[in-house]
């Protein structure tokens, strides 16, 4: 365990759809992140959130809305996806130390398959 | 703009046996971390180990530790003593030290086999 959870584990949806992955870390931690994980890339980060502000949004598609209202708390909600959005979906948080964020820890994750 | 590159898709060691994973990376920065993480059957990632650029000590965790070489922008690791539980995937991952939070760039994964 790392002190991040995730749920659901496993989300099966139809291209309307529309369905929100939750991510909850109990680490004190202050900054959030969403990764995706398709098979044989590199992970893939889409969002950052320092202190519930979004601070990156890496040219994810609008089809993918993050929230988080709290720095414990972060969504993902999913409207309209496509079947190539079909990818394990992580969510992880890092503190800060000397005033860098340092090592992120990791969710279980979400497997989403789009239909 | 940093990348890291894992050269090795996937890799096999016997039991008790020693094994070496790749990792380069390349940057044009001075201050940096790496690190190597786990990622098992189960999905859930765990960081392994990590090593400041400033530091010219390579770092171990028990059984695991890195062949740190800055010049040659190389980041190797070391499982010595496999066990079946280190079957997994493993990452390599950038960070710049600048401060804020700037993010993780990681490798494509070498996925390890233990086998008995």
């Known amino acids: 365990e790392t002190g991040v959870t995730q749920t659901p584990r496993h989300l099966v949806m139809g291209m309307t759809n529309k369905k929100s992955l939750k991510c909850e870390q109990h680490l004190g931690h202050n900054a959030m992140y969403w990764y995706k994980q398709s098979a044989k890339k590199p992970l893939e980060l889409m969002f950052v959130y320092n202190f519930k502000e979004q601070t990156e949004n890496n040219s994810v598609p609008s089809r993918f809305s993050p929230e988080c209202p709290n720095s414990s708390h972060l969504f993902l909600h999913l409207h309209t996806l496509q079947p190539e959005d079909s990818a394990l979906y992580l969510c992880a948080s890092s503190g800060l130390r000397g005033g860098v964020y340092n090592e992120q820890f990791f969710g279980p994750g979400t497997r989403l398959t789009v239909l | 703009a940093q990348t890291v590159t894992q050269s090795q898709p996937e890799m096999s060691v016997q039991e008790a046996e020693t094994v070496t994973l790749s990792c380069t990376y390349d940057?044009?920065?001075?201050?940096?971390?790496l690190f190597w993480y786990k990622q098992p059957p189960s999905r859930q990632m765990i960081l392994v180990i990590r090593q400041e650029a400033y530091k010219q000590q390579n770092a171990t965790e028990n059984r695991f530790s890195v062949n740190f070489q800055k010049a040659a922008k190389s980041f190797s690791l070391k499982i010595s003593d496999s066990q079946l539980g280190d079957a997994a995937m493993y990452f390599c991952?950038?960070?710049?030290?600048?401060?804020?939070?700037?993010?993780?760039?990681f490798g494509k994964g070498t996925r390890l086999s233990v086998i008995a």
């Open positions: 940057t044009s920065e001075s201050d940096y971390y």
């Open positions: 991952a950038y960070r710049s030290a600048n401060s804020g939070n700037t993010p993780l760039v």
